[in-house]
């Protein structure tokens, strides 16, 4: 079983910046990607940015060049580097990891960005 503990949602103002940190821990094998999703008020659970076991990250358009993801390899930890918020990036935001041939999710946490 693999657990997952993010940090670092919070209140900012738009233009801020926060940064998300997500660390893994339990039975952990070969960790094939890590990645954040955000859900907002009525909407689907959608892909934020995904960073893969070679280092090769992808970004949602609405995200690229503010946001950055990063991974510790040592401390199984994935962080999210978040720019230039805007209030359309308010959502809570899950930590993903795919490891052993299984998906698993963090609970989430809040960002609110004020306008």
């Known amino acids: 079983q693999v657990q997952l503990v993010e940090s670092g949602g919070g209140l900012v103002q738009a233009g801020g910046s926060l940064r998300l940190s997500c660390a893994a821990s339990?039975?952990?094998?070969?960790?094939?990607?890590m990645g954040w999703y955000r859900q907002a008020p009525g909407k689907q659970r959608d892909l934020v940015a995904v960073?893969?076991?070679?280092?090769?990250?992808n970004y949602a358009d609405s995200v690229k060049g503010r946001f950055t993801i990063s991974r510790d390899n040592a401390k199984n930890t994935v962080y999210l580097q978040m720019n230039s918020l805007k209030p359309e990036d308010t959502a809570v935001y899950y930590c993903?990891?795919?490891?052993?041939?299984?998906?698993?999710w963090g609970k989430g946490t809040l960002v609110t960005v004020s306008s």
């Open positions: 339990g039975t952990i094998f070969s960790i094939s990607a």
């Open positions: 960073i893969i076991s070679g280092g090769s990250t």
């Open positions: 993903n990891i795919i490891t052993g041939g299984k998906t698993y």
